[in-house]
């Protein structure tokens, strides 16, 4: 009370209010900072927006938009090989300077992937490079050529098959003609082949529509974003704010522990279990340490892969398919390129299809660098010293984004590079090691 008189008789002395005074610290702390950013920052003569040198809301704005990858790869176009995207994170786009931030554990992932962490740590959103080591080791196994070739019956089953029966159904139908959203029923085949090789569940979201699953991960993934924007939104009192989130969220952890519970009980019993990838993070061993995931790590993990699967794999078919309706001469050639090596019902495996297919498989590619899937922006830490890109100092413990888009677009590789060429592959298909849509180096998907 003491303390509050003598601040009040303090005030009243100034012939101030409390609110003149809280309006003028305002005013002097924002003048503060924007003096800081424009001319003392280290960061100052970064080319940029004048909103991105001030504040990160434009980006943040950007990303709940869903139109970060677009603004990224604008940037490029506009600055060029670096740039500001918020006060303390610079975007890189030089193919040299992205592999060197890449290519080693040195930047680490930032804050950005822990914040999206909700049921344990994964490979995915650990910035711990140990642990991501451990995990590849232990997780790596279900990746290899050989293990996806055991899997191959059940995407085809599940996907490629499931499609072409429900497309010729419905054309059948509709008197030889069907009008077929494209993008959704890429999404829901892929909902479906995924969830099979992590749950040994179908679903059956492309045939019957049960979108249960969907509603799950897709929860599942705007909690996870809220959490990155506020962190307490799991907690009380934020929690009763996205409680239906919640709810959903409770249900899909319960049913992948539940799926993952089932397995090691069939196992126990000795009876026979299919290759899938849920077999793979049950039995998922470091061949070092020996060490073996807890039930909690593999159902994160479980959760993060599908999460990392369903959009990347259902955008990459969707843009392909869309670049090839936009570039009839391109669909042609691959449409004949298929004709002239299969005969009109045969079912192209993987392996037949890359060896056999070279005009395809550029389609996929071309596709992929103009338009990646996702992660188009990689932020990572800048280590110890500091680095330099550019001609520019970025001081330890700032972010670097590494820019994919800028990367796949970037003018020193890639001709014309805003228009869909699939030859520049059969020129030349050393260009394929140069499209950045996976990223590179250790956390290279
Ligand atoms: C066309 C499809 C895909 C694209 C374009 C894609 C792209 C990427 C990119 C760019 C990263 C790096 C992310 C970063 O460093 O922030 C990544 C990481 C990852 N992806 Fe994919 N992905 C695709 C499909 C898949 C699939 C099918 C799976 C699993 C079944 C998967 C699992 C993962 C995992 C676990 C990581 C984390 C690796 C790590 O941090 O060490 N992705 N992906």
């Given at each position: 009370?003491?303390?509050?008189?003598?601040?009040?008789?303090?005030?009243?002395?100034?012939?101030?209010?409390?609110?003149?005074?809280?309006?003028?610290?305002?005013?002097?702390?924002?003048?503060?900072?924007?003096?800081?950013?424009?001319?003392?920052?280290?960061?100052?003569?970064?080319?940029?927006?004048?909103?991105?040198?001030?504040?990160?809301?434009?980006?943040?704005?950007?990303?709940?938009?869903?139109?970060?990858?677009?603004?990224?790869?604008?940037?490029?176009?506009?600055?060029?090989?670096?740039?500001?995207?918020?006060?303390?994170?610079?975007?890189?786009?030089?193919?040299?300077?992205?592999?060197?931030?890449?290519?080693?554990?040195?930047?680490?992932?930032?804050?950005?992937?822990?914040?999206?962490?909700?049921?344990?740590?994964?490979?995915?959103?650990?910035?711990?490079?140990?642990?991501?080591?451990?995990?590849?080791?232990?997780?790596?196994?279900?990746?290899?050529?050989?293990?996806?070739?055991?899997?191959?019956?059940?995407?085809?089953?599940?996907?490629?098959?499931?499609?072409?029966?429900?497309?010729?159904?419905?054309?059948?139908?509709?008197?030889?003609?069907?009008?077929?959203?494209?993008?959704?029923?890429?999404?829901?085949?892929?909902?479906?082949?995924?969830?099979?090789?992590?749950?040994?569940?179908?679903?059956?979201?492309?045939?019957?529509?049960?979108?249960?699953?969907?509603?799950?991960?897709?929860?599942?993934?705007?909690?996870?974003?809220?959490?990155?924007?506020?962190?307490?939104?799991?907690?009380?009192?934020?929690?009763?704010?996205?409680?239906?989130?919640?709810?959903?969220?409770?249900?899909?952890?319960?049913?992948?522990?539940?799926?993952?519970?089932?397995?090691?009980?069939?196992?126990?019993?000795?009876?026979?279990?299919?290759?899938?990838?849920?077999?793979?993070?049950?039995?998922?061993?470091?061949?070092?340490?020996?060490?073996?995931?807890?039930?909690?790590?593999?159902?994160?993990?479980?959760?993060?892969?599908?999460?990392?699967?369903?959009?990347?794999?259902?955008?990459?078919?969707?843009?392909?398919?869309?670049?090839?309706?936009?570039?009839?001469?391109?669909?042609?050639?691959?449409?004949?390129?298929?004709?002239?090596?299969?005969?009109?019902?045969?079912?192209?495996?993987?392996?037949?299809?890359?060896?056999?297919?070279?005009?395809?498989?550029?389609?996929?590619?071309?596709?992929?660098?103009?338009?990646?899937?996702?992660?188009?922006?990689l932020p990572r830490v800048v280590p110890p010293g500091g680095v330099t890109f550019q001609g520019h100092f970025i001081p330890a413990g700032l972010s670097v984004g590494v820019n994919i888009a800028g990367m796949n677009h970037h003018q020193s590789l890639w001709k014309d590079s805003k228009r869909f060429m699939p030859e520049r592959f059969i020129e030349n298909p050393d260009l394929k090691q140069q499209v950045m849509t996976f990223s590179t180096g250790v956390r290279i998907c």
């Open positions: 009370m003491a303390i509050i008189s003598t601040i009040g008789d303090l005030l009243e002395f100034f012939g101030v209010t409390y609110r003149q005074v809280l309006f003028g610290g305002i005013v002097i702390y924002g003048t503060t900072v924007t003096f800081y950013r424009l001319f003392l920052s280290p960061l100052r003569s970064i080319p940029g927006s004048l909103l991105s040198h001030l504040s990160i809301s434009h980006m943040r704005i950007m990303t709940a938009l869903g139109k970060l990858p677009d603004m990224c790869e604008d940037d490029y176009y506009k600055y060029g090989d670096i740039f500001i995207t918020a006060p303390d994170i610079v975007t890189i786009s030089n193919p040299a300077d992205c592999r060197k931030v890449l290519s080693s554990y040195t930047f680490v992932k930032n804050k950005f992937y822990e914040s999206l962490r909700l049921v344990d740590e994964t490979l995915f959103t650990t910035s711990d490079p140990d642990l991501n080591s451990t995990r590849r080791r232990q997780i790596g196994p279900a990746f290899t050529q050989g293990a996806l070739q055991k899997m191959e019956p059940t995407i085809m089953e599940c996907g490629i098959i499931a499609l072409k029966r429900k497309w010729d159904r419905l054309i059948g139908e509709n008197g030889g003609v069907a009008k077929i959203n494209y993008s959704l029923e890429f999404q829901l085949v892929t909902y479906d082949v995924i969830s099979v090789l992590g749950y040994g569940h179908r679903f059956s979201a492309l045939e019957k529509g049960e979108t249960t699953i969907v509603n799950w991960v897709e929860n599942y993934s705007l909690l996870a974003l809220f959490k990155a924007v506020i962190p307490s939104v799991t907690e009380f009192p934020m929690s009763l704010l996205c409680r239906p989130l919640l709810k959903s969220y409770k249900e899909y952890v319960d049913f992948t522990d539940a799926t993952a519970e089932h397995r090691r009980e069939q196992i126990r019993q000795g009876q026979k279990v299919p290759n899938d990838l849920l077999q793979a993070l049950v039995d998922g061993e470091d061949p070092e340490s020996k060490a073996k995931m807890t039930p909690s790590q593999v159902t994160a993990e479980n959760i993060d892969i599908l999460a990392a699967a369903i959009n990347t794999t259902t955008h990459t078919m969707t843009w392909t398919l869309h670049y090839l309706m936009l570039y009839p001469e391109c669909y042609r050639k691959a449409v004949d390129e298929v004709r002239s090596v299969f005969a009109p019902d045969h079912l192209i495996g993987y392996s037949e299809g890359r060896s056999q297919l070279p005009y395809v498989e550029a389609c996929i590619y071309e596709s992929m660098r103009i338009h990646a899937a996702t992660g188009i922006f």
